[in-house]
T-cell receptor, first 116, second 110 residues
Framework: GAVVSQHPSRVICKSGTSVKIECRSL??????MFWYRQFPKQSLMLMAT?????????EQGVEKDKFLINHASLTLSTLTVTSAHPEDSSFYIC????????????FGPGTRLTVL | RKEVEQDPGPFNVPEGATVAFNCTYS??????FFWYRQDCRKEPKLLMS???SGNEDGRFTAQLNRASQYISLLIRDSKLSDSATYLC???????????FGTGTRLTVIP
């Protein structure tokens, strides 16, 4: 199956710093990439949808100036958590969807962010 | 109302047991249906797609009832390795994203 990677897998940072998370589709071109957040014992919540070369679409309640998304190519999307605070600590997961299979999303392994 | 609702769980079953999970979805425009499995602190992984005709993959059987907007997953002869959280996931026409249930935690006990 298709492979999606995320980097880093885990990050611990101080409050007020910015953290960048990369999501890459390794063996296919992703028309759309999705960013999710999952708090403990809760389901995945979609944060934003990004298409290559265009601005991301953010879900209600997600601050676009705080969670910066860049989708520069068909294989790479980045999420930057700016001025992170402890309440931003969560499991961030990206997924990617390719041309030939619009109903299937392939998930990255996730990034666990802890803000001290 | 939530887009996707699942049994709250948790389910604790002995090895070899049969266990069933249920899920309902609220939007009749939903067109694609899946069960994902998520292990602790890992990403979700697709277990199987769900079709109106029902489908089976080894010990796993998924069924869809569009009239009732209901999806089920049956696991037969449970193994210890089946312990995980099972996510009911729905996609719909006109929406880019998938909608996830909160998941049902299964623990298979030796």
């Amino acid at each position: 199956g298709a492979v999606v990677s995320q980097h880093p897998s885990r990050v611990i940072c101080k409050s007020g710093t910015s953290v960048k998370i990369e999501c890459r589709s390794l063996d296919f071109q992703a028309t759309t990439m999705f960013w999710y957040r999952q708090f403990p014992k809760q389901s995945l919540m979609l944060m934003a949808t990004s298409n290559e070369g265009s601005k991301a679409t953010y879900e209600q309640g997600v601050e676009k100036d705080k969670f910066l998304i860049n989708h520069a190519s068909l294989t790479l999307s980045t999420l930057t958590v700016t001025s992170a605070h402890p309440e931003d600590s969560s499991f961030y997961i990206c997924s990617a969807r390719g041309w030939g299979d619009p109903d299937t999303q392939y998930f990255g392994p996730g990034t666990r962010l802890t803000v001290l | 109302r939530k887009e996707v609702e699942q049994d709250p769980g948790p389910f604790n079953v002995p090895e070899g047991a049969t266990v069933a999970f249920n899920c309902t979805y609220s939007n009749s425009a939903s067109q694609s249906f899946f069960w994902y499995r998520q292990d602790c602190r890992k990403e979700p992984k697709l277990l199987m797609s769900v079709y109106s005709s029902g489908n089976e993959d080894g010990r796993f059987t998924a069924q869809l009832n569009r009239a009732s907007q209901y999806i089920s997953l049956l696991i037969r002869d449970s193994k210890l390795s089946d312990s995980a959280t099972y996510l009911c996931v729905v996609g719909r026409t006109g929406a880019n994203n998938l909608f996830f249930g909160t998941g049902t935690r299964l623990t298979v006990i030796p």
